[in-house]
């Protein structure tokens, strides 16, 4: 059985307005010549043409999907924020939270983006594949019911499950989240349920500024089963691998789920413009290969990789490489150009302790 990729080129052409990073461009602020938005369509198109370049793409199972369906969507979000978000969109785009500017057609490409995120979830579990990567865009993971935020505009994730959910192809899911930002989005819409255990790994006070807290645990029958881990700024290999093999991978064993779902984002990478954390390519590699090893233990391998942020141009493609060849399997390597300069800028020693022993003292809070 195949690892499959879910990605369509026009989740490509999903464009924010004049930014330059996360600021609007006017006044004092110039406008870049390249690039604009962190969030930008370069970070996911090197990606799929690495892949392409290496001939990792031909080991793997390419499909796109079709958009999901309003059935779908207003399983997670109310109509009114539906009907607002695709009268702006109709009317040209626009502005609907906080930093999730979208072009005209922008709700369509959100519905197709969430359409992969389900139809890589629907994929694995009727076990027509054995894995997958959706390379979702926009995101989702800080994308609340009715109010989008941090460039995400549906909650891709969030639709997946509860359209499988309401299938009756799975019940419990446990939902890991790597992306260097707290997925406070994830994190609302199950804060008060049993069945979605949620788990994020993220830079302490990033973004949102005010929420990712360890005392977050969930509330009513959700006590217990939302997990955040914010981790110093700083934390590197070790510390990535240490809170894996401590903490998410245990929590998850405990939890017992029928599938895994992993929002991917590659933003924790050494040389993230929009984080300040020290992982490299091996780090997602090693942090995917671990959470195959568990899916493989738990659920019969059931693992999907939802996309989320990640903003080196240049780092995320092998980033992401490393990340398909552990999920496939494959014996087809991009080697990491900047592995050796990065692997002599970890944290050294010292550090490393203070931020393992950081690590066992979230532990001792859960
Ligand atoms: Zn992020």
Redesign the pocket.
């Known amino acids: 059985m195949a690892t499959g990729f879910f990605w369509d080129e026009k989740c490509f052409w999903h464009a924010g307005g004049n930014y330059a990073y996360t600021l609007p461009v006017g006044g004092l602020v110039q406008p870049l010549a390249a690039g604009g938005l962190p969030e930008n369509p370069e970070t996911k198109r090197r990606l799929k043409n690495l892949m392409d370049v290496t001939g990792i793409s031909a080991e793997l199972d390419m499909r796109s999907a079709p958009m999901a369906s309003q059935e779908a969507l207003l399983r997670v979000h109310p109509q009114s924020y539906l009907d607002a978000f695709k009268q702006l969109s109709d009317a040209g785009g626009g502005e609907l939270g906080r930093r999730t500017p979208f072009a005209s057609g922008g709700y369509e490409i959100a519905a197709l983006s969430a359409g992969l995120a389900v139809t890589a979830v629907d994929a694995v579990l009727t076990g027509a594949l054995e894995n997958a990567y959706a390379l979702s865009r926009p995101p989702g993971h800080h994308c609340l019911p009715d109010f989008p935020n941090g460039f995400c505009l549906l909650a891709n994730i969030a639709i997946a499950i509860e359209e499988a959910q309401s299938k009756g192809m799975a019940q419990r899911v446990a939902v890991l989240d790597w992306?260097?930002?707290h997925g406070n989005g994830t994190e609302a819409i199950y804060y008060d349920r049993d069945d979605v255990l949620t788990i994020s790994l993220h830079q302490e006070g990033n973004?949102p500024l005010d929420t990712g807290a360890i005392t977050d645990r969930g509330n009513g029958a959700g006590a217990g089963f939302n997990i955040n881990l914010p981790l110093h700024a700083g934390a590197g290999h070790t510390a990535y691998l240490h809170a894996m093999d401590t903490i998410v991978v245990p929590q998850i064993e405990a939890f017992d789920p029928d599938i895994i779902i992993v929002a991917c984002?590659f933003?924790a990478s050494a040389i993230d413009p929009?984080a300040r954390m020290l992982a490299t390519a091996e780090t997602f590699r090693q942090m995917t290969l671990r959470i195959k090893a568990a899916a493989q233990n738990l659920c019969d391998g059931r693992l999907v990789l939802v996309h989320?942020?990640g903003y080196s141009e240049v780092y995320v493609p092998f980033c992401g490489h490393a990340t398909l060849e552990a999920l496939s399997g494959s014996a087809i390597s991009a080697p990491d150009p900047l592995g050796q300069t990065l692997d002599i800028r970890q944290p050294g020693p010292r550090f490393d302790a203070f931020l393992k022993a950081e690590i066992d003292h979230l532990a001792q809070l859960l």
Do not use: A, C, R
């Open positions: 992306d260097v930002h973004y984002g933003d929009m989320e942020g």
